[in-house]
């Protein structure tokens, strides 16, 4: 499922999500921008999607940007002005974004479910804005990671500005923007940008999401939620989110299951979560 540029399979509530130049070590250009955003659309209305790892096929995550689309930017044709006319009207201006570059990162954050990128070989430019839009990132030691931009005298405008500082904070989020330094998984790890350090990020990756995807949907859907407000909203607000999540699954048919498999020793059987 999905276009050329972005594939995607399902089994057992878990999305496998891949980029899917391999020639380009799958490098965004237009078709890849508009396949993400549309492939993050279908999964956000599949009920029976309970997970997602996000991967790149072949030797690399992301490359960047498509090399051939920067020709074009410098003999002014103007990806971003493409890339905007590529976002449906109804979505332009949704919680901000201004354009398909900006969706095809940041649709994996407003994701109701867990997103885990799986991040080998070059994560640069576009292609680390995607990873910093995930839950959770698996990093090869040797993958190398940067905030590419400034290269070619730009600033990321993927929404890597607002994710980056959630996850290093603001003194390393400016330092990795204004120097464009090329960093290893290994640190990657060590400045919080990687979850977790791996030999095998996908096969790693997509264990973990089907130990989360045998989790009550429900559940781990509002804690999304909640999660992602954190720092977003007054803590009041958070906490009142918090209390009505929370009445809203005691008593639930997930909550009675999860309960009930656990004292009859056997694994539960969740119902989908209607999106």
Not at 10 to 28: C, E, F, H, S
Not at 119 to 140: E, L, S
Not at 217 to 222: D, M, T
């Amino acid at each position: 499922m999905g276009s050329d540029a972005v594939v995607y399979t399902v089994t057992d509530g878990v999305a496998d999500v891949r980029m899917n130049r391999p020639d380009k070590l799958n490098a965004v250009n237009q078709a890849m921008f508009k396949g993400l955003g549309d492939v993050g659309d279908a999964l956000a209305a599949d009920p029976s999607v309970r997970v997602a790892v996000l991967s790149g096929e072949g030797k690399g995550f992301c490359a960047g940007l498509d090399f051939s689309s920067f020709q074009s930017m410098a003999g002014g044709d103007g990806l971003r002005d493409d890339a905007g006319e590529q976002l449906a009207p109804e979505r332009r201006g949704e919680g901000g974004i201004a354009n398909a570059g900006q969706w095809a990162a940041y649709v994996w954050t407003t994701l109701p479910i867990p997103v885990i990128a799986a991040v080998h070989g070059p994560a640069v430019g576009a292609g680390f804005q995607i990873a910093m839009a995930c839950d959770i990132r698996y990093v090869a030691p040797d993958a190398k990671l940067s905030v590419l931009e400034i290269r070619w005298g730009l600033i990321p405008d993927m929404s890597g500005t607002q994710m980056l500082p959630r996850l290093v904070g603001l003194d390393v989020a400016k330092e990795l923007t204004y120097t464009g330094r090329m960093i290893s998984g290994t640190e990657a790890k060590e400045l919080g940008l990687a979850t977790h350090v791996s030999d095998h990020p996908r096969d790693d990756a997509l264990a973990l999401a089907a130990e989360i995807a045998a989790k009550n949907p429900s559940a781990v859907r509002g804690a999304k939620k909640l999660l992602n407000m954190a720092g977003q909203v007054p803590v009041a607000d958070g906490l009142k989110a918090e209390e009505r999540t929370m009445m809203s699954l005691i008593g639930s048919a997930n909550n009675i299951e999860a309960v009930t498999a656990y004292f009859e020793k056997r694994d539960p059987k969740f119902a989908d979560v209607e999106s």
